[in-house]
């Protein structure tokens, strides 16, 4: 048996992201995306500031079915999820889910955590019915936690985004009741 070789991290805290969280959420989603690889946007096609991003958060938290959260790990911001309800009328009992872990605490449990927090919230909402999300077939790892907290693929959209290469990577949809 093979021991982990990666040190413990420190408790991480979920909370809900307040205005002065907004650059360091942007800075972190510039990093994720510097990865190039579990975004559908490259770095160069993200315009976002802190105060765009400031206003997200304010806008998503003021929602009755939104919610705007940041994992911090020793005060700093490693993570981010964010369910967004839909704003018509007949899609607002659905939470779309995204969900942003930086790449040095990936595979620690930030993601799970912040999951865990995004679904317990949407159980205790009145509004929501339904989680959902999107995520490259091919990042099993991800996929994998997602079905491990209860989310099913409901769709595959087969070839749905194009690589520089010219490569085709598949787009799952998967969800689940809340």
């Known amino acids: 048996m093979v021991a982990d070789t990666q040190p413990a991290l420190p408790p991480i805290l979920i909370e809900n992201a307040t205005d002065a969280d907004a ?4 800075s972190m989603y510039r ?3 510097e990865e ?3 975004f559908i946007t490259y770095p160069d096609e993200f315009k976002g500031d802190a105060t765009w991003q400031a206003k997200i ?8 079915n939104s919610r705007f959260m940041v994992a911090r790990i020793d005060g700093q911001i490693v993570g981010a999820v964010s369910v967004s309800g839909g704003n018509k009328e007949r899609a607002k009992h659905v ?3 995204e969900v ?4 040095e605490t990936r595979g620690r449990g930030v993601g799970r955590a912040l999951m865990d927090a995004a679904i317990v919230w949407a159980e205790s ?3 929501l019915r339904k989680l959902a999300l999107h995520v490259f077939e091919d990042n099993v790892r991800a996929v994998r936690l997602y079905e491990e907290l209860g989310f099913v693929t409901e769709g595959c959209l087969v070839g749905e985004f194009q690589e520089v290469d010219g490569s085709l ?10």
């Open 23 to 26: 650059e360091a959420v942007v």
């Open 31 to 33: 990093r994720v995306l």
């Open 36 to 38: 190039g690889q579990w």
């Open 57 to 64: 958060i304010r806008e998503w938290n003021n929602e009755a």
């Open 95 to 97: 939470g779309m889910i």
């Open 100 to 103: 942003y872990v930086t790449q």
């Open 125 to 127: 909402n009145p509004i």
């Open 169 to 178: 990577r598949n787009d799952l949809l998967m969800a689940r009741k809340v």
